[in-house]
């Protein structure tokens, strides 16, 4: 914590690691402690931060502050998502780039972890306004990245637009046409089921989860966090598998539709406007919207956070029980604080934290830089059907840990346990890099 002053997300991050990792660790100890495998994975091989310089419409120059954590290459070229948003920081970067590594171990694919972004907050701005900084941001990035060693993706902010900005820079820096970013446009090496992949991919692996447990999505009522690419697209395939998604929310409130939300409306008012998501009473009007917190007091079965970190605080949790509850399935990146999942394990609901059920996107854009590789493009049933299998597989690999070592059904442990040890095993067959 001395080290890392200020940066409490990444103690966070590191410390539900560190706390799961003790049954593996003393397997054995004395090498772990000789290769300081631990300390090692804790400190990012690099961090770079720096300056976003660009012009507003007004003629006026604004200055952001960009980063790339460049987190851990051992199991493959770093990748992970930036983020634009005014709460970017280094320790909220540091926390992904984290988690990242573990993600990516999970998928069974050659990515290592690392994320970066900007305290830009794109909302508001003319496109002309988000090319100027997406490429002045690149201006920068782009010597430090490259389609064997480091490639960003989206995050919160960043989506199809930016991606596209940010490697129009790319090319016209570079002079290279490579795969250098995903989630890219389908016209220009961009693979289909990317924008799907991470909320679909939640859906898969929770109900992988139930199937398990001889249940099923269907029939269920969910409830879905977020109206973003996440968010979205958890509710298209939750609804596809029969569960009913009856609340959708944003940062400014969120909205309840008993009957069932058309995500139709909800793609058009962000997808197509970038709306916000109280316009959804516009069209639905049976529908109620309420300003602030408070979509975790809604009666529902499964919930599925697709906003933000720390999202689901320890009331929401007690909430989410109270009303039947009965589980909590990370679509973004550590939605529930500590002290809520604590509580979730205490009362035993189900928990499936975000390094594993949040994958897909990740997962997916790995198989787009393999046909960027191969210079080819897949269909969308085939990408679809290998993003489902290797779901089906993160289920596996971390059920499997946690009953191993004694912990059935606590996807936490098993999803720390199972990535950190093929992440241990190449670091230390690598020696002390
Ligand atoms: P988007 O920017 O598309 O959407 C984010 C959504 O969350 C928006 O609706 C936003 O509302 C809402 N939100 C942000 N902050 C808050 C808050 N404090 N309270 C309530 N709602 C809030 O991002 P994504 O959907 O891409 O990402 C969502 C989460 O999923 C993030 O944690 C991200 O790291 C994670 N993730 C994303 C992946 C991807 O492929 N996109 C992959 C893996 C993880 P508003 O518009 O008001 O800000």
Known sequence: IDKN???????????????????????????????????????????????????????????????????????????????????????????????????????????????????????????REVMAFCQSFMNELYRHIGANTDVPAGDIGVGGREVGYLYGQYKRLTGRYEGVLTGKGLTFGGSLVRKESTGYGLVYITEEMLRNHEMTMSGKTVIVSGSGNVAIYATERAQHFGAKVVALSDSSGFVYDPKGIRIDIVKDIKEKRRGRIKEYVDEVPSAKYTEGRGIWN?????????????????????????????????????????????????????????????????????????????????????????????????????????????YEDNYVIGANIAAFKKIADAMHSQGIV
């Open 298 to 406: 809604i009666p529902c079965d499964i919930a599925l956070p697709c906003a933000t970190q720390n999202e689901l605080t320890l009331s929401d949790a007690k909430a989410l029980k109270e009303n039947g509850c009965f589980a909590i399935c990370e679509g973004a990146n550590m939605p529930v604080t500590q002290e809520a999942t604590d509580y979730v394990m205490e009362s035993e609901m189900f928990f499936l934290p975000g390094k594993a059920s949040n994958a897909g996107g990740v997962t997916t854009s790995a198989l787009e830089m393999t046909q960027n590789s191969e210079r080819l493009y897949w269909s969308f049933e085939k990408t679809d059907s290998r993003l489902k299998e290797i779901m089906v597989n993160i289920y596996a690999q971390i059920s499997g840990a946690a009953k191993d070592y004694g």
């Open 5 to 127: 002053p200020g940066e409490p997300e990444f103690h966070q991050a590191v410390r539900e690691v560190l706390d799961s990792l003790r049954p593996v660790i003393d397997e054995n100890e004395a090498m772990y402690r000789r290769d300081a495998i631990l300390e090692r994975l804790i400190e990012p091989e690099r961090v770079v931060s720096f300056r976003v310089p660009w012009v507003d419409d007004k003629g006026q120059v604004q200055v952001n502050r960009g980063y790339r954590v460049q987190f851990s290459s051992a199991i493959g070229p770093y990748k992970g998502g930036l983020r634009f948003h005014p709460s970017v920081n280094q320790g909220i970067v540091k926390f992904l780039g984290f988690e990242q590594i573990f993600k990516n171990a999970l998928t069974d694919l050659p990515i290592g972890g690392g994320k970066g972004g900007a305290d830009f907050d794109p909302k508001g701005k003319s496109d």
